[in-house]
């Protein structure tokens, strides 16, 4: 079964500590990746599309990586207003499916 | 540029009841998909409309959902009659015609919840 799997849940950080989120899939004919960030009370706002390992892509602080099996989202230095949760989804060659993973919630303290 | 629009934002109705969705996408996006997520769960797919014809229903989840896009502008999607797990947050989402896949615009989302 195709899955999109996503870790950590949830991730405190302090303002300034970097780290990374991972988006792990499983899908069969995957054409691509994209990372969304959604704020509460917000649909998901689209952040990268990856195709293919070794691709790599950068927003502000924000960095998105693609390997065989993964991806990561790597943020430098994050600020108070990085706090959002993050979604990675995986598209078909097939059709237009999106195929979520559940998300991981950022929590960046002053 | 309006963004994708979608209305009511909050809906609560009792099991039994209908519930019409409204989905403005943005200007000229032919590409226009609904989702729903609901609670503790992933996004999951429910269908795609280019302009008005349906290109792919596979995710509606049985015959008590009607979705409809007359005019290939706004669509709607009726849930007749509602479900205590049909709760959840319903997204609508457009893109371009060409290489619609790449990047979706997200509504904000109806939170949808059957009593």
């Known amino acids: 079964e195709d899955q999109v799997t996503q870790s950590p849940e949830a991730l405190r950080l302090q303002e300034g500590e970097s780290s990374s989120l991972n988006c792990s899939y499983t899908v069969s004919g995957l054409r691509g990746l994209f990372w969304y960030r959604q704020d509460p009370g917000k649909g998901p706002e689209f952040l990268f599309t990856l195709y293919s390992a070794g691709e790599e892509k950068e927003k502000e602080r924000l960095k998105a990586t693609l390997t065989k099996k993964e991806s990561f989202l790597h943020i430098t230095a994050p600020k108070p207003e990085d706090s959002a949760t993050y979604l990675c989804?995986?598209?078909?060659?097939?059709?237009?499916?999106?195929?979520w993973g559940a998300g991981t919630k950022l929590i960046i303290k002053p | 540029e309006a963004g994708v629009t979608q209305f009511p934002s909050h809906s609560v109705i009792e099991k039994g009841q209908t519930v019409t969705l409204r989905c403005d996408p943005i200007?000229?996006?032919?590409?226009l998909y609904w989702y729903r997520r609901v609670m503790g769960k992933e996004i999951k797919f429910l269908l795609h409309?280019?302009?008005?014809?349906?290109?792919?229903e596979s995710g509606m989840p049985n015959n008590r959902f009607l979705a409809e896009r007359t005019g290939g502008t706004y669509s709607t999607l009726k849930v007749q009659p509602a479900e205590l797990e049909d709760s959840g947050v319903y997204f609508c989402?457009?893109?371009?015609?060409?290489?619609?896949?790449?990047?979706?615009?997200f509504g904000s989302g109806t939170q949808l919840s059957v009593l």
């Open positions: 989402a457009s893109s371009p015609r060409d290489r619609g896949y790449e990047k979706l615009f």
């Open positions: 200007s000229g996006h032919d590409n």
């Open positions: 989804a995986g598209f078909l060659d097939s059709n237009y499916q999106l195929i």
């Open positions: 409309f280019v302009k008005e014809s349906k290109q792919d």
